[in-house]
């Protein structure tokens, strides 16, 4: 059963920047999506930034002009740049991938604390 693994969390002051990396354990095929998603305390869990298989981005309101998603260049993997991080981004920040072949897969959830 393919796993996704993340990394790159941690923590950070406000303003500072980081990057997350989400790598599936093995090649997954026929991707569909592959996004990030955030819960917070006490919070449902949120679409953040989706890459659709055609390139296409989606973005939250919240954090438009200062993340950005990106697939590697093993087209498997995927990327979440975050900049000018704030407070209320501190999150666990969950990969997502949507594939033809293995439907929804979900990550472990990496934690991401910015303090003030």
């Known amino acids: 059963q393919v796993q996704l693994v993340e990394s790159g969390g941690g923590l950070v002051q406000a303003g500072e920047s980081l990057t997350l990396s989400c790598v599936p354990s093995?090649?997954?095929?026929?991707?569909?999506?592959m996004g990030w998603y955030r819960q917070a305390p006490g919070k449902e869990r949120e679409l953040v930034a989706t890459?659709?298989?055609?390139?296409?981005?989606n973005y939250a309101e919240s954090v438009k002009g200062r993340f950005s998603i990106a697939k590697g260049d093993a087209q498997s993997t995927v990327y979440l740049q975050m900049n000018s991080l704030k407070p209320e981004d501190t999150a666990v920040y969950y990969c997502?991938?949507?594939?033809w072949g293995d439907g929804n897969v979900w990550g472990k959830g990496i934690l991401v604390t910015v303090s003030a």
């Open positions: 890459v659709a298989s055609n390139g296409r981005t």
């Open positions: 997502n991938f949507n594939s």
């Open positions: 093995i090649t997954i095929f026929a991707i569909k999506a």
